[in-house]
């Protein structure tokens, strides 16, 4: 989960050793301000299903270029 923001935010994501995902957090509904608080409430922005009942491994890491990673909640 993590809110959205109306400038160029991403965060990158690897499951289970797997390639990195790039997950846009750009809140499109709103002119792009260059920087400031967030500007869409927290939801779920990336998710994975069908996956084996077993223990897994979530990497989240800042994406080539940015200078941040951002995530609210793990559910």
């Known amino acids: 989960m993590s809110p959205m923001w109306p400038y160029r935010v991403t965060t990158a994501v690897s499951l289970d050793g797997g390639p990195a995902i790039v997950v846009n957090l750009v809140d499109s509904t709103r002119p792009d301000v260059g920087t400031g608080p967030e ?37």
Not at 48 to 62: D, I, P
Request: glycine fraction near 6%.
């Open 39 to 75: 500007t869409a409430n927290s939801s779920i922005v990336w998710s994975a299903v069908g996956l084996e009942n077993r223990e897994h491994t979530l990497v989240v890491s800042v994406p080539v270029g940015d200078p941040y990673a951002i995530v609210d909640a793990f559910l």
